[in-house]
């Protein structure tokens, strides 16, 4: 193996969605096909399942990465477990999906959905909860 292959270089976040569901069709070569993207909500409520999907490129090497949504507090409100994948060079990508099932955000705000890789931060966005009757 030479040096280049086993040198590990720090990924950058491609994207993150935020959806309803995700689908990877195999005639379509099992490409993700996001079902229902949004960006906000209009009242606070419980969300029954909704997906956060990132997609990793442009690194090499093993990497965990984890998500967190913090309230308007700046409270934990979910964190998922870490999820590790492997770049095998620099114009492999990975995705990963991650479920969160019956989330409450319980009032209106801004919530904050923290991508960490190798547990430093990767990204940071706003999600804000309306308050709209």
Partial sequence: MSKEENKTERPILQFSV???GIATPQEIGNKPVFI???NSLLRPMTVPQ?????RWIN?????????????????????TENQKFVLASKVN?????SAFVNLNF???GVYW????????????????????K
């Fill in 59 to 79: 690194g090499t090497g093993e990497h965990v990465q984890a998500i967190k949504i913090l309230d308007p507090d700046l409270k934990e409100l979910a964190k």
């Fill in 113 to 132: 959905i923290k991508v960490e890789l190798d547990d430093k931060l990767a990204m940071s966005y706003p999600f804000p909860v309306f308050d709209k």
């Fill in 36 to 38: 229902g993207v949004f």
């Fill in 93 to 97: 990508s990975a995705d990963l999906f």
């Fill in 18 to 20: 935020l959806c309803d």
């Fill in 106 to 108: 319980s009032k209106a």
């Fill in 50 to 54: 909704f997906f956060i999907a990132n």
